[in-house]
């Protein structure tokens, strides 16, 4: 227990389904945030963050600056020596087991809440800003609203993008909905994908992508994501 967040280490022999050796990050109500393949660390064993270094790579190739907000275990930022993060991360027991049990080695990340850090930095600093964070009731609220997406829009060159790691239903659901049309405001153009899954009603991941400039991708290296449309939803303000 670090804070209010559960957090657990621990190893098994299988992920979803493949045989091998495997350990994972993960915080209360057995959500994953990670994991590695011990017997080949390099390799990126989850889909949502080879979907994200593709959109990254895909509609960038020459990207340098790299904020992000939750740590998780590392994977995208340890993907990459040649470029520059900055990972904001409220709990530090995070980091410390990403360094302890899953091989990260930079020291790249700030400890506090991720918008504050954020306003900190310069105007059109990045070239992508990615909001992986989660708490056991989801992606944080202020991470959610206008105000926030247009803070990410003001940090970002004139083509960067913001990428957004989201977790619910492609039906019916009204977080999601109203997440995305607030998010719509902001991004002229934008992009949703979701893992599959047997039932629409079924909580899955969900990228959420936007840009100054127009999007693209290559359907066969996005992991199994595929493009979604999401219906209207309400405009999410921060609270008073």
């Known amino acids: 227990m670090s804070g209010l967040q559960e957090i657990a280490v621990y190893d098994s022999n299988q992920l979803y389904g493949q045989v091998g050796k495997y350990r994972f990050l993960q915080f209360s109500n057995e959500a994953i945030q990670g994991a590695i393949d011990l017997k080949n660390p390099g390799r990126i064993v989850m889909e949502y963050p080879r979907a994200i270094i593709h959109l990254m790579e895909w509609n960038d190739r020459s990207f340098e600056n790299v904020f992000m907000i939750g740590h998780g275990i590392g994977t995208i930022a340890g993907h990459y020596s040649d470029k520059r993060f900055t990972i904001a991360e409220i709990n530090e027991k995070v980091v410390e ?87 719509r405001e902001v991004y002229p153009y934008t992009k949703a994908f979701s893992l599959p899954a047997e039932d629409a009603a079924d909580i899955r991941n969900i990228i959420v992508m936007g840009s100054s400039k127009a999007i693209d991708y290559e359907s066969r290296v996005m992991a199994g994501f595929f493009e979604i449309e999401l219906a209207e939803g309400h405009r999410m303000l921060d609270k008073e």
Do not use: W
């Open 97 to 183: 087991l990403s360094k302890a049990y899953f091989h990260y080695r930079s020291d790249d990340t700030v400890i506090g809440d991720g918008r504050q850090i954020l306003c900190d930095q310069a105007p059109a600093a990045f070239d992508y800003i990615v909001v992986d964070a989660f708490t056991k009731e989801g992606t944080p609220y202020h991470f959610t609203t206008l105000e926030f997406f247009q803070l990410t829009r003001e940090k970002l060159t004139a083509s960067g993008a913001v990428i957004m790691n989201l977790m619910g239903k492609i039906k019916n659901d009204k977080l999601i909905n109203a997440i995305y049309t607030t998010f």
